[in-house]
């Protein structure tokens, strides 16, 4: 059988477009691998209605309901390839089926990519973060870190004093120009140029002279990227974030190949529960729509 829709990832963005098309009645498929984003993280904040629930709390709800509908199916694992032809897409999943659909929606999440420094992954998402927003509130107002990545780093240096008192740890991956020096100045930024050994105790930066700065938390900027490779089997344009490439969408979320829609992370420069939610509301009538009116 050919499904209206197959949605490739099932967590915020995919589930809640697969809602919106499951309450129109069209035959839809879910398939995840259930690999979350915010999985490394115990609370998840600034959801509204759900703030500091654990986000795999917020996503078993939402199957729960979701599945409830009798025309969704869901399916659990990795698609590895799709195809598109006259009559539609063809996704190929790794244990070798293969599943049909008029239509797609590409809610694959991105990966993160951390600095290789020792003990920075194993506290990735309880002591080490890349969105205040999400999780500074809870450092009680510091002191904190910014493990410097490149030029993006100096935009999160100049916000994270917001929540505390800040080093700017540039571990020869960032130097500041004399007017970012300036700036970081006038946010009381502390610039430290010893490179950091690595990460012990809580958020404790063991730097390369043997001096330890003992942090509430450490802020980094990971690079990321489509979770996997399905947009670029379908030759969906990509455009480049400060943060990593995502999928192109217009305001409808429709990708640059017809028939394709994508929502979430891997479809915006930044993402949050909030907004993913908001993009796969708004992927999953489009998509309906798509049906009807072509
Ligand atoms: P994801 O939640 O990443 O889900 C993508 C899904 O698609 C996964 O289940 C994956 O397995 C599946 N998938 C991908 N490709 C395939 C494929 N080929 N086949 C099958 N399945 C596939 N946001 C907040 O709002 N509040 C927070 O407190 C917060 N804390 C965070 C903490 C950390 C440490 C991190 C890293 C992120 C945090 N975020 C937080 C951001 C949040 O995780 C993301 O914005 C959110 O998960 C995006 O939802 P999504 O549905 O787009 O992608
Ligand atoms: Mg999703």
């Not at 499951?22 to 398939?31: D, G, S």
């Not at 799709?82 to 244990?95: E, I, N, P, Q």
Request: contains cysteine; hydrophobic residues 40%.
């Amino acid at each position: 059988m050919s499904y209206d829709v197959i949605v490739v990832g099932g967590s915020y963005a995919g589930m809640s477009a697969a809602l919106q098309i499951a309450r129109a009645r069209r035959n839809i498929m879910v398939i995840d691998a259930g690999v979350r984003r915010n999985r490394f993280a115990a609370h998840s904040h600034g959801f509204l209605g759900q703030d500091g629930v654990d986000p795999a709390q917020i996503a078993a709800t939402a199957r729960e309901q979701l599945v409830a509908y009798p025309n969704v199916v869901w399916t659990e694992g990795q698609a590895d390839h799709a195809a598109k032809d006259d009559r539609g897409f063809t996704v190929m999943m790794r244990d070798g089926a293969e599943h049909r659909s008029s239509r797609l929606v590409l809610a694959l999440g991105v990966t993160d990519t951390l600095p290789e420094i020792p003990g920075l992954q194993e506290r990735w998402g309880r002591s080490v973060f890349h969105c205040p927003y999400c999780h500074g509130f809870e450092l009680g107002g510091g002191p904190l870190g910014v493990l410097a990545v490149g030029d993006v780093s100096m935009h999160q240096a100049i916000l994270i004093p917001e929540w505390g008192p800040t080093t700017l740890l540039t571990n020869g991956a960032f130097e500041p120009t004399s007017e970012q020096l300036t700036e970081l100045d006038s946010r009381s930024v502390t610039v430290e140029r010893t490179p950091v050994a690595r990460i012990t105790g809580r958020a404790d930066v063991e730097l390369a002279d043997g001096r330890v700065l003992s942090l509430a938390g450490l802020f980094t900027a990971s690079r990321t990227r489509p979770s996997s490779s399905l947009a670029d089997d379908l030759g969906c344009a990509l455009d480049e974030g400060p943060l990593g490439p995502f999928l192109r969408t217009d305001a409808m979320k429709a990708t640059s190949i017809p028939g394709v829609f994508a929502c979430g992370d891997a479809a915006r420069g930044a993402g949050s529960v909030s907004l993913a939610v908001g993009d796969g509301a708004l992927a999953g009538a489009a998509v309906h729509r798509s049906l009807i009116l072509g």
